[in-house]
């Protein structure tokens, strides 16, 4: 019988499928996952925002946002970038291995409270991962909300996750779905540019969205004076943190941002909590 009252409690699960999502030094590999325990997987339950502490024996583990939504099955999925030790060694695994999952861990997008609201998504490369989830959770409920804008960039085109899923997107007229490169490309049919600046381009109303950034620090910094140019309150623009993790629940202390334990009262804070926190970026 397993105790899932204890936040501490690794669970065995089985990677069921596996794909590379980019290519070279850093590249990202994602992972479907089921829990072995059937109770334990059809107790877990997650949302959009949430992470999880994922393990192998004898290597060690890591922190990762659960890059799928509760409305895609009983399964779990991260997208992982080889980074160091742990990555790489996650990087080697292949349909049918076993890993450790903990969790699920932190706050999440509040998606009741945005119902009703237009969604705009902006991530940068990895930083696609915590905000895919919301993208599959509107996507689920299209009803529930007033559209969603989703503007995704990295440096090349070999650099974009979830490229599979992004057509679909241009089929529905409640979805836009705007891709940017840093620099221009042979046979490529979207903007080339920075993020920030697609996001001034596409010139958003604020009136009744939700902007929710990810990417990397210095995007994420041009993003937010953006957001602030066209208008946005502090109160409409989310993010996540990543600060490196021990414990995953407020133990440790090795999360915190000022006042902030990222893995509790995070990882998803509104601008206005983050403005008063300089640790948060630096
Ligand atoms: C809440 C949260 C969600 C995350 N979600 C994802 C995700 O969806 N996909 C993903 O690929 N990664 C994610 N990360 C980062 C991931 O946890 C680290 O990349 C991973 O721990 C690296 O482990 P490693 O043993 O392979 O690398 P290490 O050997 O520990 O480090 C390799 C390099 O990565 C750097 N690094 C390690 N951890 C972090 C971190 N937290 N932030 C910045 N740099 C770091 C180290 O400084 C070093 O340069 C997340 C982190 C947190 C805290
Ligand atoms: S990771 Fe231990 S307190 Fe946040």
């Not at 999502?21 to 339950?45: I, M, Q, Y």
């Not at 119902?115 to 993208?135: D, E, F, N, W």
């Amino acid at each position: 019988m397993t105790d899932h009252s204890n936040p501490y409690l690794p669970y065995i699960a089985t990677v069921d499928d596996t794909w590379l999502e980019t290519v070279g030094d850093r590249c990202v590999r994602s992972f479907k996952v089921t829990l072995d325990d059937n109770s334990a997987r059809e107790s877990w339950s997650h949302q959009p925002g949430q992470c999880a502490m994922v393990g192998l024996l004898g290597v060690g583990e890591s922190m990762f946002c659960i890059s799928c939504s509760p409305t895609e099955g009983k399964f779990l999925r991260f997208s992982v970038m080889r980074a160091g030790k742990v990555t790489q060694a996650l990087h080697q695994l292949e349909a049918g291995d076993k890993l450790t999952v903990r969790g699920p861990y932190g706050n999440s997008f509040p998606m009741e409270e945005w119902k009703g609201k237009k969604i705009l998504t902006i991530g940068g490369g990895i930083g696609q991962a915590p905000l895919r989830p919301i993208v599959e959770y509107v996507k689920a409920n299209i009803s529930d909300y007033a559209g969603l804008t989703m503007i995704y960039g990295a440096r090349t085109s070999n650099d974009l996750c979830f490229k599979g899923e992004f057509e679909e997107m241009s089929r529905c007229d409640d979805l836009s779905c705007h891709l940017t490169i840093d620099v221009e490309e042979e046979g490529w049919q979207h903007n080339v540019g920075f993020v920030p600046q697609r996001l001034l381009d596409l010139n958003p109303s604020p009136e009744n969205t939700i902007a929710i950034t990810c990417g990397p620090p210095i995007m994420i910094r041009f993003v937010l004076e953006n957001l602030k140019k066209l208008g946005f309150a502090d109160e409409q623009i989310y993010t996540t943190l990543e600060n490196r993790m021990k414990c995953g629940f407020g133990k440790c202390g090795r999360c915190n941002a000022g006042h902030l334990y990222v893995c509790k009262d995070g990882p998803v804070f509104t601008y206005a909590v983050l403005k008063n926190v300089p640790e948060a970026f630096a």
